[in-house]
């Protein structure tokens, strides 16, 4: 029985920290064997990249941090994958905010966040 899933979209749902965002796609594992895969790709379906999905993010919530690329969508390069969306076209602005880390020093980061309608 094949258990990969394709998602078409992202999805949002509540769970006991707050909402959390489904990645696009579904896990699609690479030594899966049942031609599913092969099937998905046959459909014409385009893969998904983590460019695709910051940008789907960052539509849906407005903005991003690394810690919510990391957590969300397990994306460890977000400043790379940003470069990636300028280089795209979009436009994208960068505002540095300060916080506290885990062990209640001050720190600051980086929340990029999508203007819409500049291409």
Not at 10 to 19: D, P, V
Not at 46 to 56: E, F, H
Not at 73 to 101: F, P, Y
Request: hydrophobic share 30%; glycine share 10%.
């Amino acid at each position: 029985m094949c258990t990969a899933t394709f998602y078409g979209i992202g999805a949002f749902w509540a769970n006991g920290r707050g909402r959390s965002f489904a990645p696009l796609p579904g896990p699609i594992q690479s030594g899966h064997s049942c031609g599913c895969l092969k099937k998905y790709k046959e459909s014409g379906a385009k893969c998904v990249t983590q460019c695709d999905r910051v940008l789907a993010y960052m539509r849906t919530k407005g903005s991003i941090t690394s810690k919510e690329a990391m957590d969300h969508l397990g994306c460890e390069q977000l400043a790379s994958r940003i470069c990636d969306l300028r280089k795209r076209g979009h436009c994208i602005i960068k505002c540095m905010e300060k916080g506290r880390n885990r062990y209640d020093e001050p720190t600051s980061y980086a929340r990029y966040k999508l203007i819409e309608g500049e291409r």
